[in-house]
Nanobody, 121 residues
Framework: QVQLVESGGGLVQAGGSLRLSCVAS????????MGWYRQAPGQQRDLVARIPSGGETQYADFVKGRFTISRDNGKNTVYLQMNSLKPEDTAVYYCNANIKTTWSSPDYRYWGQGTQVTVST
């Protein structure tokens, strides 16, 4: 079994910063792309940023220049540094990772349980 556990959400004023973390644990052979998505009430779940095991990161236009995604492969962890937060960034943020559990298995997409980020005016 594989688990993704997010942390770091909370309440912050507009203009503030938060750092989200997501740790993958369990039967892991290899982690490929890791990413963050978000979902506001009544809205679809949108990609925020993703980072492959090698290659360029990708950001949604609405966070470019404000958010930075990074990963620590030795710790099976992905981070999302969020600066200059706006009220419209309020959402549940979900961690996502494509993980192989054995050398021969295909990638399977795993999700965390989500962490709430609330930005007040």
């Amino acid at each position: 079994q594989v688990q993704l556990v997010e942390s770091g959400g909370g309440l912050v004023q507009a203009g503030g910063s938060l750092r989200l973390s997501c740790v993958a644990s369990g039967s892991i052979f290899n982690i490929n792309t890791m990413g963050w998505y978000r979902q506001a009430p009544g809205q679809q779940r949108d990609l925020v940023a993703r980072i492959p095991s090698g290659g360029e990161t990708q950001y949604a236009d609405f966070v470019k220049g404000r958010f930075t995604i990074s990963r620590d492969n030795g710790k099976n962890t992905v981070y999302l540094q969020m600066n200059s937060l706006k009220p419209e960034d309020t959402a549940v943020y979900y961690c996502n990772a494509n993980i192989k559990t054995t050398w021969s298995s295909p990638d399977y997409r795993y999700w965390g349980q989500g962490t709430q980020v609330t930005v007040s005016t």
